[in-house]
């Protein structure tokens, strides 16, 4: 009698990374410090590791909101965005800006994760009367790395074309907390934007008093002052003020923590010591300063003018 000896093999599947199942914590693997592969492909198709960055993820508004500083150092390439789960939409609401030598302007996408991919979608109409279709695909992800690729489509999403790739490596499971450092990453000596209405901005936050209620930071060198307010009611509010230079007006983007509610975009003009803005709805804002340009507060208001609640700022002795 022959014995046949059948050797078995059983190979153990290394499980992939779990994404929180609350859609509304889908990006919470994004949060921490990480180094960041650029690849940019080239005229002949092919690709080209162009460049090296940094990039510091923060929870805020208590978990509701996902804040990006990403830096290729002070010549470089440097962005902002800021995300969040709408409910209404039951899709992800993106708005970001990647400013250049004086030019700022925050621009907006949405889109959903299928099975541990992220696709975010955004539409720009170009001087032609043609739309551009802009495409974030977030894959390969894991604790340590993942993939995030740009492409854009010019005939409504039936071809697409490839302009980069970010490779991300974790660099750490926390970036540094904001207001540990003496300038947040994206901020090196604020010539980036020297514009007299940037200059205003940051006239608005020379002194002002840096406490558990308030504080004001600018990042992407000089073109966007940032504000973090709360109240000892739990009252949280993100904002991100700018010279937005594509619409020649002042831009406001204001974000609070109660889940329902969603980012809202402020448009306007300098009178004076306070720029005047207004929402789409007609809900009214306006930034105060005093008489040497320095930040006072901000007022949120309805469309009828009155209050719907006010932040303000003491000018530091």
Not at 112 to 130: A, C, I, S, Y
Not at 197 to 204: C, G
């Amino acid at each position: 009698m022959r014995f046949v000896t059948v050797l078995v093999l059983f190979f153990a599947a290394v499980p992939a990374f779990a994404q929180s199942e609350d859609p509304a914590r889908q990006f919470d693997f994004w949060i921490g410090e990480w180094d960041v592969n650029l690849r940019v492909q080239q005229p002949d198709k092919t690709w080209k590791d162009q460049h090296k960055a940094k990039a510091h993820i923060y929870s805020i508004l208590g978990g509701k909101a996902i804040l990006e500083l990403w830096s290729e150092g002070k010549e470089g390439i440097n962005g902002y965005s800021l995300r969040y789960y709408n409910p209404q939409k039951k899709k992800w609401d993106l708005w970001l800006n990647w400013a250049g030598k004086n030019r700022s302007g925050t621009n907006g996408l949405e889109g959903e994760f299928r099975h541990g991919r992220g696709e975010f979608f955004g539409e720009t109409k170009l001087p032609d009367g043609n739309t551009r279709i802009s495409r974030f695909t977030f894959s390969d992800i894991s604790k340590n790395s993942l993939r995030w690729d740009d492409a854009f489509s010019t005939d409504g999403g039936k071809t697409w074309a490839s302009n980069w790739i970010m490779e991300f490596t974790r660099k750490a499971d926390k970036a540094p907390e904001i207001g540990s450092e003496q300038n947040l990453l994206t901020y090196f000596d604020g010539s980036r934007c020297d514009l007299p209405e940037f200059e205003f901005l940051k006239a608005m936050s020379a002194k002002w008093e840096q406490n558990e209620f308030l504080s004001l930071h600018e990042i992407l060198d000089g073109c966007i002052l940032i504000g973090f307010w709360s109240t000892v009611q739990e009252k949280r509010l993100f904002f991100t003020l700018t010279w937005n230079t594509y619409a020649g007006m002042y831009e406001l983007a204001v974000l609070d923590n109660e889940p329902r509610n969603n980012l809202t975009m402020y448009y306007g003009s300098r009178s004076e010591n306070q720029i005047l803005l207004k929402d789409s709805r007609g809900y009214k804002a306006s930034i105060s300063t005093n008489a040497d340009g320095e930040f006072v507060g901000i007022n949120i208001g309805t469309p009828s003018g009155g209050s719907g609640f006010q932040v303000e700022a003491k000018k530091r002795p």
